[in-house]
Each structure stands twice: as C-alpha cells, then as structure tokens.
Nanobody, 127 residues
C-alpha cells in the first residue's frame, strides 16, 4: 500500500521562506515521478514542481526561480524549498507520486499523471 504524507506548511509573511516535506512509501517501481501541486480556494489544482528519478525537474512559470524541488537518494522523501513567498502562493499544497515514470520525458505537471496523493498541507502568506 502506498503512503504519501506532507508536512511543513504554515503561515509566513510575504518575502519569507518555508520548506515542505513529503514522505513516500510502498512504491516498488523506482521510475516514478514525484511532485508538488497546489490548490487555492475557487481554483483548480495544478502542478508547480515535479521531479523524475534522474533528478530532472519541471517548474510552473509562477514559481520558477523561487521554489526548488528535491528528493533524497532513496526517493523516500520529497522536498519543496519555497523562497520569496507571495500572498498569491497561499494555497493547500499537495504531494503526489505516479505509478511509473520515464527518464526520457520531463516529469509532467498535470495532476492526472499522478496516482497517489497526500492529504495536503496549508501554506498561508500574508502581505
């Protein structure tokens, strides 16, 4: 059984930083993608940063240069370092994992490409 659990959310002032963590267990195929997604009230859930087994990453334009996604060597923990936070970054942040992946393709940002989801962690940025 696959388990995905996020942690590290909270409240911060604009310009501040937060780091989210996500622990993953139960996946047997090591080609899987991992990624961070977010959903603000009234908006659809969208991908912001994803990573493949070989470390290749994909970022949403709105976070590129401010957020950094990384994984540990065992691929059991996913991180999202968030800097220069803005009020528009306020959302529920989700970690997700796909069943399989490929080093030949950039890891996708589409939520439908991911099969296992955590419960989410709230990030609130005040102005």
């Amino acid at each position: 059984q696959v388990h995905v659990v996020e942690s590290g959310g909270g409240s911060v002032e604009a310009g501040g930083s937060l780091t989210l963590s996500c622990t993953v267990s139960g996946i047997t195929d090591n080609t899987f993608y991992m990624g961070w997604f977010r959903q603000a009230p009234g908006k659809e859930r969208g991908g912001i940063a994803t990573i493949a087994a070989n470390g290749q990453t994909t970022y949403q334009n709105a976070v590129r240069g401010r957020f950094t996604v990384s994984q540990n060597s065992a691929r059991t923990t996913l991180y999202l370092e968030m800097n220069k936070l803005k009020p528009e970054d306020t959302a529920m942040y989700y970690c997700a994992v796909s069943k399989v992946g490929s080093d030949l393709l950039r890891p996708p940002l589409l939520p439908k490409s991911y099969n296992y989801w955590g419960q989410g962690t709230q990030v609130t940025v005040s102005s």
